[in-house]
């Protein structure tokens, strides 16, 4: 929590609100004193991120629905039965 403190930040609308309604961006104090930046600039790279998060966000999510469907569910309980027959075997054999 910030007390006391005069921040300038830029809001964000989401362009697909399945995943955030909006970004916040905390601008350093610095930002708009440098050479050659406007504020367009700032609100341009500030847009071109969120919208990489989004990006990166749905292949994330794509690639996990494609390693899930590559096989059936019956195929991931036997995996997982024998990986905790395994892990039983070699505590038995261990102790």
């Not at 406007?38 to 994330?60: D, H, L, N, T």
């Not at 469907?69 to 102790?95: N, R, T």
Request: proline share 3%; hydrophobic share 55%.
């Amino acid at each position: 929590m910030v007390k006391g403190i005069s921040r300038r930040v830029i809001v964000v609308r989401s362009p697909d609100p399945r995943f955030f309604e909006q970004a916040i961006f905390l601008l350093k104090e610095d930002a708009l004193h440098q050479d050659g930046v406007s504020a367009e600039q700032v609100v341009s790279e500030a847009r071109q991120v969120a919208a990489g998060y989004v990006q990166k966000r749905a292949q994330r999510m794509t690639a996990g629905k494609r390693l899930a469907a590559f096989f059936p569910w019956w195929v991931w309980f036997l995996l997982g039965c024998c990986v905790m027959g395994i892990a039983w075997w070699i505590s038995a054999v261990l102790v």
